[in-house]
């Protein structure tokens, strides 16, 4: 979760998002991957309706049927249950998983961050010391810490997600804050008597969230691989939910029978992964001025 590429802040208007529009419609691969982030939305939101088969109902005689087999077209998974509808019912809880951890330390963290940065001093110092607390353990060690110490399940998953990613977000927010907050404009409306409310309102958060925004991005493929991860040691979903993760571990002892059968979770896991790598690679670009 490196921050080195975030891209500095800058004073934003009508005509610097209407080029930031333009460059990403000139980029074929931000928008290949754009592309395949909503399909893979509509899909988890419309699972009902695409889903072939109910993907609870098992059946031993059918177990780990292969890809092709007529009326079960990616197989059948370890109990005997359609591998497509469980692929297609698990993007709802993996892109939730990996999603609202994300949402929920952006808003946390920008707003821990944006303060700390526009206030400075003893408040920084203490607000920052602590975080990098947290700052100090690998994402993967601290999660599966967390959700150890606050049990199996979806919630508490969701809460040791969300306090893994606030400390890089707090970070990147402090910093592009701390930049603005020395720019001319905002020193101009400090000496026009403008209030510290009303600065950051208008003059900070409009020229800070844009690159924590991006930032953010880039951390919805770490998110959903660690909540996958958590999902496969037997500390985030819960069996007999569909979920990627939980599907590699239930499927994991299938490996040598059927291995493309087994594979197919980690398949579904890398293209959403590499798409929201991409999308925030190409964001980034499209939103630096630089570019």
Do not use: C
């Not at 400090?190 to 924590?212: D, E, K, M, Q, W």
């Amino acid at each position: 979760m490196d921050n080195k590429n975030v891209i500095a802040p800058i004073q934003v208007s009508d005509g610097y998002w209407k080029g930031v529009l333009r460059r990403l419609m000139r980029d074929p691969v931000t928008m290949g991957a754009l592309i395949v982030i909503l399909l893979l939305v509509l899909m988890a939101i419309f699972a009902p309706y695409l889903a072939p088969a109910d993907p609870f109902k098992s059946s031993m005689l059918r177990r780990l049927r292969p890809i092709g087999t007529p009326g079960f077209p990616l197989g059948a998974d370890e109990l005997g249950r359609d591998m497509l509808s469980r692929l297609i019912f698990g993007a709802r809880l993996s892109l939730f998983m990996g999603v609202t951890p994300v949402l929920m330390a952006f808003v946390i963290g920008s707003g821990l961050g944006i303060f700390a940065g526009y206030v400075g001093g003893a408040l920084n110092t203490a607000i920052m010391r602590t975080i990098d607390v947290f700052y100090a353990f690998p994402s993967v060690l601290l999660a599966v810490a967390l959700s150890g110490a606050l049990g199996a399940g979806i919630f508490n998953a969701l809460v040791s997600l969300t306090i893994v990613f606030i400390p890089p977000i707090t970070r990147v927010a402090e910093s592009v804050t701390t930049q603005v907050r020395n720019r001319d404009y905002v020193e101009a409306a400090r000496a026009s008597g403008a209030s510290g409310l009303t600065i950051v309102r208008v003059h900070v958060l409009g020229n800070v969230l844009s690159p924590i925004f991006v930032y953010a991005t880039s951390l919805v493929s770490v998110s959903m691989i660690l909540a996958s991860g958590l999902s496969f040691l037997g500390l985030g979903v819960r069996p007999p939910e569909p979920e990627w993760g939980l599907m590699l571990n239930t499927l994991r002892t299938a490996i040598y029978v059927n291995p493309l059968v087994a594979a197919l979770p980690g398949v579904m896991i890398f293209i959403t992964s590499i798409s929201f790598n991409m999308f925030s690679d190409g964001l980034r670009s499209a939103m630096d001025v630089r570019a």
